[in-house]
């Protein structure tokens, strides 16, 4: 089919296309298994507070309920917008990560956050989405010739260096290392050869000792607790100790729903964020956690069958690095509750209680639904509707 008519075609068919027809490319059944797995975070909050709606599951009910309507939103936006824009909205997510290090609210014993009055943000969370968008639409605008060329890679190395050294000095070293690793992911599946890959890791190991002297003392203190967390019972391994202790009283079904001693005695620290998987493993034991990861798993497969179907590379780009990210949450968040790798500050998606995470992912959600809408389209280099 010669291009122009193809091109032409595509133009007709977006335009001729109506609400209802994209609302019908919208898959459900993603909508679906993201609400089971919100819903069952309404109800672990709801057990965290002792039984009670407030404060946490009430708000995050509002805050999903906000974000399922971001998500539609995004997801019937033309994707083009999306490429058209994708360097303006990393621009803005760096601004308000260089303003936390200027004006940021100190939380936790960290400066991660904007207080803008009515809501508190976190950009460190924009950046996640930011990054993805700006590294899609660099290689999307790429021939494979092109990304052979070591050349090539400077900028968006960089893209991905800058945010990262910002939320460093936060510090987040979760956030960071999320940051790393999904960049990684969109450079492996943009075609970046992997022995580029073994350069820049024998260079992070070579690093490690200048690393560990920049590390602040409480995430040295998170290492050598990972290593040995008996080392300091009452004080940096009390965290995982009481996370193992939950995991391990929860047994094959748990000890039921509101039953777990470990969260409810108030053993278990930040039972509604960040260890928030044990709380559900000791109440609903290994079948609820396991049927928890299968909806996690259900979500992933469902993201890269989006990505893979996907006839341009912005869309399959940015479907995949979005999964990605999901995963990444996921993966983080759970080893580091079973003491697989050390404490760090990242949430389980959907389940943890919290506002710029969930808005985060949600619009994240709506983004991968953009790619299925819209995943026939002919998108060329520059955006336009021919593909060179």
């Known amino acids: ?17 109506t609400l209802g027809e994209k609302l019908r490319q919208i898959s459900w059944t993603y909508i679906l298994l993201i609400s089971i797995v919100a819903a069952a975070g309404f109800f672990m909050l709801y057990s965290a507070a002792n039984g009670q709606w407030e404060p946490w599951a009430s708000r995050q009910i509002v805050r999903f309920g906000i974000g399922i309507l971001a998500m539609l939103a995004l997801a019937l936006i033309n994707i083009r917008v999306y490429l058209r824009y994708a360097y303006v909205f990393y621009a803005i997510s760096l601004v308000l990560l260089v303003a936390v290090d200027v004006k940021g609210v100190i939380g936790m014993g960290a400066q991660r956050w904007i207080d803008f009055g009515v809501i508190r943000l976190q950009p460190s969370e924009l950046m996640k989405i930011a990054l ?51 960049s990684g992911i969109v450079f492996f599946a943009a075609g970046v050869r992997l022995w580029k890959f073994a350069v820049v890791l024998a260079g992070g190991l070579a690093a490690i000792p200048v690393g560990w002297g920049m590390l602040h003392d409480y995430q040295r203190n998170r290492v050598l607790t990972f290593i040995n967390p008996e080392r300091d019972p009452l004080g940096a391994g009390y965290h995982i100790l009481q996370s193992k202790i939950a995991l391990g009283s929860g047994g094959v079904f748990g000890r039921g729903f509101m039953q777990g001693t470990q969260s409810h005695l108030n053993f278990l620290p930040e039972k509604q964020t960040d260890f928030i998987f044990t709380m559900l493993a000791e109440e609903f034991g290994m079948v609820g956690g396991l049927a928890l990861l299968s909806l996690y798993t259900l979500i992933v ?11 341009h590379h912005f869309g399959r780009l940015l479907a995949l690095g979005l999964t990605a990210n999901f995963f990444l949450y996921v993966f983080i968040n759970i080893a580091m509750v079973m003491g697989l790798i050390p404490v760090v500050g990242v949430p389980l998606p959907l389940i943890s209680y919290g506002g710029t995470v969930m808005l985060t992912l949600m619009c994240g959600f709506g983004l991968v ?19 060179p």
Do not use: W
């Open 1 to 17: 089919m010669p291009k122009d008519f193809r091109s032409l075609q595509d133009r007709l068919h977006q335009q001729d296309m």
């Open 301 to 311: 497969v469902f993201g890269l069958v989006i990505a893979l179907r996907c006839r």
């Open 132 to 182: 993805v968008l700006s590294l899609a639409r660099y290689f999307h605008g790429l021939s494979i010739e092109d990304i052979g060329r070591p050349v090539s890679l400077i900028a968006p190395l960089l893209m991905t260096l800058a945010p990262v050294g910002l939320i460093l000095k936060q510090p987040d070293l979760g956030t960071a290392l999320m940051l790393m690793m999904g």
């Open 369 to 387: 639904q953009c790619v299925n809408v819209h995943r026939d389209l002919h998108l060329g280099r520059r955006g336009g509707g021919d593909e």
